[in-house]
Nanobody
Framework: QVQLVESGGGLVKPGGSLRLSCAASGFHPDLYAIGWFRQAPGKEREGVSCISSRDGSTTYADSVKGRFTTSKDNAKNTVYLQMNSLKPEDTAVYLC?????????????????WGQGTQVTVSS
C-alpha cells in the first residue's frame, strides 16, 4: 500500500526557512517520481517542484526557483523540500504526490497517491 507522509511545516517569519519531508512507503524509490504541490485558501492547487525517480533531476515552478530545492534520500525513501527566503505568498498546505514524469518533462500526478499535507505559514 502506497503511503506518503509530509512533515516539517510550521510558522516562520518572512525571509526564514523550512525543510519539508515526504516519507514514502509501499513502493521502491525508483518506481515513482515525487511532486510537491501547494494549496492556499481559495486558490487552486499548484505544482511547486518535482524530482525524477530515474536520475534525480528536478524542476521548479517559476515562483520558487532559486529559493526552493528538492532532494531525495533513496535509502530512506524520503524526498525533501528545502524552502529558503520564504514569503507570505508561500503560505499554503504543502502536499507530495507519487507520479510520473512524461516524455515532455511534465509531471503527471497519480490521483491515488497523495499525502495528507503539512501547513506552512509565513507571517511576521
Amino acid at each position: 500500500q502506497v503511503q506518503l507522509v509530509e512533515s516539517g511545516g510550521g510558522l516562520v517569519k518572512p525571509g526564514g526557512s523550512l525543510r519539508l519531508s515526504c516519507a514514502a512507503s509501499g513502493f521502491h524509490p525508483d518506481l515513482y517520481a515525487i511532486g510537491w504541490f501547494r494549496q492556499a485558501p481559495g486558490k487552486e492547487r499548484e505544482g511547486v517542484s518535482c524530482i525524477s525517480s530515474r536520475d534525480g533531476s528536478t524542476t521548479y515552478a517559476d515562483s520558487v526557483k532559486g529559493r526552493f530545492t528538492t532532494s531525495k534520500d533513496n535509502a530512506k525513501n524520503t524526498v525533501y523540500l528545502q524552502m529558503n527566503s520564504l514569503k507570505p505568498e508561500d503560505t499554503a498546505v504543502y502536499l507530495c504526490n507519487a507520479g510520473i514524469i512524461g516524455s515532455g518533462g511534465r509531471y503527471h500526478p497519480n490521483p491515488r497517491y497523495w499525502g495528507q499535507g503539512t501547513q506552512v505559514t509565513v507571517s511576521s
